[in-house]
């Protein structure tokens, strides 16, 4: 079996985050992807609270952990957490917009079948990977329990800024749970009924692009736009255009806010 240095993220860019915003605005709850931490949904929810909005970020099961434990969980846990944190929010306010980066938003368009959500804004979101995946996970599995992380920024300076934030390796059962969060997911796509914006970038070496058009096609949602980012690979929160990024998802939450308004 092969070993690697398993350090988690250090725990003061593992911790969740709350940042209490105006009353009347919708809450958003930011959900963060697969070997990341809140950290990497810093900088969108800080932009999002500037604007007004309660920005909450939980740290999902099994991240921000040594890797046996990480390689405990199961992604009904991550169902799970996802559903309690959107509880969370909905106890305390009528409008909760979700925004998750990778497998957040898988999560995302989960809860977008078993809650009512304002919105959904997805990030870098895969329902599927590329057949190599599926050939070459079963081969992991069998020689190690984790494979090294490629934190796949295009910015150099982010990388170096936000790595410590992420954990060093892929914990390989973890990884088989999260191909079975994929399948659990994709077939219930046409249940997805509430706005949504989809943000990807063409050149992702992690989630192939292909996925974001593929979501666009098979949801139901009447309101519906696809964001194509330049220069940025997978980690879209922190990458090229994260300004650009920040700007499109508020403008987002308030044209669908101003359409529920005038609804009522």
């Known amino acids: 079996m092969l070993a690697w240095n398993a350090q988690p993220p250090r725990p003061d860019l593992a911790s969740p985050f709350l940042l209490e915003g105006q009353g009347e605005k919708v809450a958003v709850l930011l959900l963060h992807g697969f070997a990341c931490s809140p950290q990497t949904m810093r900088s969108l929810g800080t932009a999002l609270h500037m604007r007004g909005h309660t920005c909450y970020a939980p740290l999902l099961p099994g991240h921000g952990e040594m890797l046996e434990d990480f390689n405990m969980v199961l992604s009904t846990d991550w169902l799970d957490a996802a559903e309690a944190s959107f509880d969370h929010l909905k106890q305390r306010y009528d409008r909760v917009a979700v925004v ?5 938003g898988t999560l995302g368009l989960h809860l977008a079948t078993v809650r009512t959500l304002q919105s959904l804004t997805l990030l870098a979101t895969p329902v599927f990977f590329g057949s190599w995946v599926r050939r070459f996970y079963p081969m992991a599995r069998s020689f190690t329990s984790a494979l090294p992380v490629v934190f796949d920024v295009a910015n150099h300076r982010a990388r170096k800024r936000r790595k410590l934030g992420v954990h060093t390796v892929l914990p390989v059962h973890a990884v088989g749970e999260l191909l079975a969060l994929l399948e659990e997911v994709r077939p219930r796509l046409s249940q997805v009924e509430c706005p949504l914006l989809i ?13 974001a058009p593929f979501i666009a096609q098979n949801v139901s949602s009447r309101l519906r736009r696809l964001l194509w980012l330049r220069r940025a690979f997978h980690v879209l929160p922190v990458d090229y255009g994260f300004r650009r990024l920040e700007h499109e998802t508020a ?12 609804l009522r």
């Open 251 to 262: 403008r987002f939450l308030a044209e669908v806010d101003a359409r529920v308004t005038s």
């Open 100 to 104: 998750g980066f990778s497998m957040g």
């Open 199 to 211: 943000a990807q970038s063409r050149s992702d070496h992690t989630v192939p692009p292909t996925n």
